[in-house]
């Protein structure tokens, strides 16, 4: 029998695509190899993907789900890869990867999906604001330090070297935070193109928060790597530079959360207008086929 092993990712952009890598290996080759997938509840309607394959006897292959075959959304589908040696003899063995399953969701689910991570974003986005006053506090009290002594004794050092590890920390989520709003932003770009201030400020705000994290993580290593050939008065000097930087950044992000509220408030807005357009839409009909059906009576 031939041998099939297949690996599967979900994009981490749309969570709405599958990629699979498979291996398939056997003594005779391979004939064919195909994807095999039908509504979970419905078997009898299997459909049939061919998938190009190399004959030699063993070979590698990438595949995506559902790429561009046509599914419904809303409905769950079962999926497998199934592979034909080249045995004629034997009447081609064939062999079967592991059962995936798929579902494409809604429109009405998938702007669900954004507005509740834009929600979460913001949450997050809130409490880093917390920990941008607690760094705030533990600069002022190094910058200090350094004014009073003369020389740094190691606990001084240990306590440098700490600040330094949650400054980038705090850096890298920052930046993760950027790139989640970003992404979030295309998402509801693809959606509408008619013109949005907030989308536009949003946008803005975000390039300038990008630019406040290079310029704030280039101080930052400069800091670290001149540390112990700085003299006590450049190191007071890059600490205050520093901690001028962390305000003007903290302000950008009170702008970009107070921007990124404004924006989901109203993209929630639209939803619940969408949702309501549509409800009433059914009324209407339900209205019109219960006066047929009366009159028909």
């Known amino acids: 029998m031939p041998e099939i092993n297949v690996k599967v990712e979900k994009d981490s952009l749309d969570l709405q695509t599958l990629y699979f890598y498979g291996q398939v290996s056997d003594d005779y080759g391979f004939s064919k190899l195909q994807l095999v997938y ?21 070979a590698e292959f990438i ?6 075959l046509n599914i419904e959304v809303g409905v769950t589908y079962e999926l497998y890869f199934q592979v034909f040696d080249n045995d004629g003899v034997n009447r081609f063995k064939s062999a079967k990867s592991n059962v995936f399953t798929y579902r494409k969701r809604t429109e009405d689910e998938e702007a669900q999906r954004k507005l509740e991570e834009q929600s979460e974003t913001i949450k997050k986005l809130n409490k880093s604001l917390e920990k ?3 760094q705030e506090k533990k600069l002022d009290e190094l910058t200090k330090t350094q004014k009073e002594k003369s020389n740094l004794n190691f606990n001084d050092k240990k306590k440098l070297e700490s600040f330094f590890k949650r400054q980038k920390q705090q850096d890298d989520m ?15 770009q693809k959606e509408n193109i008619k013109e949005d201030q907030f989308k536009e400020d949003l946008k803005s705000r975000l390039k300038d928060n990008e630019e406040k994290l290079k310029k704030d993580e280039a ?9 112990e050939k700085m003299t006590q008065e450049d190191l007071i000097k890059k600490l205050e530079e520093l901690a001028k930087q962390n305000k003007n950044k903290k302000r950008s992000l009170e702008q970009l959360l107070e921007l990124t509220k404004r924006f989901y408030i109203e993209k929630k807005l639209e939803k619940l207008k969408d949702d309501l357009a549509k409800l009433a839409d059914e009324q209407e009909k339900l209205s019109n086929e219960t006066k047929e059906e009366n009159t028909k009576e």
């Open 63 to 68: 595949s995506a789900f559902p790429n561009n």
């Open 174 to 188: 920052m930046k993760n935070f950027n790139k989640k709003l970003k992404d979030n932003l295309e998402e509801f």
């Open 132 to 134: 941008f006053d607690e």
């Open 219 to 227: 101080l930052l290593k400069e800091i670290e790597k001149l540390q």
């Open 38 to 58: 039908y509504p979970s509840d419905f078997e009898k309607q299997k459909q049939f993907e061919a998938i190009p394959i190399s004959k030699l006897n063993l």
